[in-house]
């Protein structure tokens, strides 16, 4: 059964088309991530699931409700971690899921709010004031306050954004617990490969607004996997029709990407080719998800980056905090 099913579901800004007829189905029960880039739609296509923006064509269902036929029912089926603050410093945890609580309409809340903070080891601190939980507790408290109304589906927006490495081991673990033990379905974006390799059942990744690939992880890296070499060149002309011998060649930017099965073993015929004066820098990237990436566009998830205030904010808080 789908929990999510998403149909050409668009998002247009004035002309600029941000979510651009994508389509996905998300299983019961699947930890399915959403990656790519900054800018890629991730954050549009969760507000148009959690009907924060309006959908501007196609449309969605979240556990077979139609978001734009019955937005309210369907926003009861979701819960929602995102980078921007939720959680109130000032108020003590369990003052903040009481608020959750009254803006979810959940009645009978306190025995499975207990339950939840029990579950997360942190019920002894529900008195103390959120603004006093390290960054793990606080997250915490999050999910405890995103399952309060027992819902069908989890959004989490780059979940572990900021976190130190350590951090976000424990909130990868207590992703896949939360999923496993609450039966929650989990749709989760993420700009770090090892991420959603790590945590996600399948995977769509999403480039300018549109899904470019889907699989299992596995499956992604079998079908576009592989070594890739990546070149600078000093001299512009250089013989792409030969290269594409030896492995799929895009030219971008300046810069040219070979997918080769194996790197070392043609790294030579690489350099002969080009004309080893003519190589400014040469980089092999060995097979995973991030060259799955560099495959599919030609561009590592670095390159692709655009400055984003919501993410440098959500940082600058946690390193203030
Ligand atoms: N309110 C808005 N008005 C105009 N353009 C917008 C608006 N919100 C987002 N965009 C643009 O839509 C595109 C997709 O943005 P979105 O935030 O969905 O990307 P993203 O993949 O979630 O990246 P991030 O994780 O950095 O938020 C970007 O180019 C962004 O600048």
Known sequence: ?????????????????????????????EIYGFLGPNGAGKTTTIKMLTGLTPITEGDAEIAGISINKNPREAKKKIGWISSEVIVDDELSAWENIEI??????????????????????????????????????????????????????????????GLDVNTRASLWNLIREVNRDYS?????????????????????????????????????????????????IKKDEIPIDKLDQIGKTIKKDGKITIRVSNAESVLLDVINTVGSNNIKSLKINKSSLDTVFLNLTGGSLED???FNAKRFYAMLRRATR
């Open 304 to 306: 692709n980056q655009e």
């Open 100 to 161: 959750q609580a009254k803006l979810l309409g959940v009645k009978d809340w306190k025995d499975r709010a207990l339950d939840l903070l029990n579950y997360f080891g942190i019920k002894e601190f529900k008195d103390r004031k959120a603004g006093k939980f390290s960054t793990g507790m606080r997250k915490k408290l999050e999910v405890t306050m995103a399952l309060l109304h027992s819902p069908e589906v989890i959004f989490m927006d780059e979940p572990t954004i």
């Open 184 to 232: 929650v379905t989990i749709l989760l974006t993420t700009h770090y490969m090892e991420e959603a390799d790590a945590l996600s059942n399948r995977i769509s990744i999403i480039n300018k607004g549109k899904i470019i690939a889907t699989g299992t992880p596995d499956e992604l890296k079998e079908k576009y996997g592989g070594d890739v070499i990546e070149l600078e």
């Open 1 to 29: 059964m789908s929990v999510v099913i998403a149909r050409n579901l668009t998002k247009k800004y004035g002309d600029f088309t941000a979510v651009d007829h994508i389509n996905f189905e998300i299983e019961k029960g």
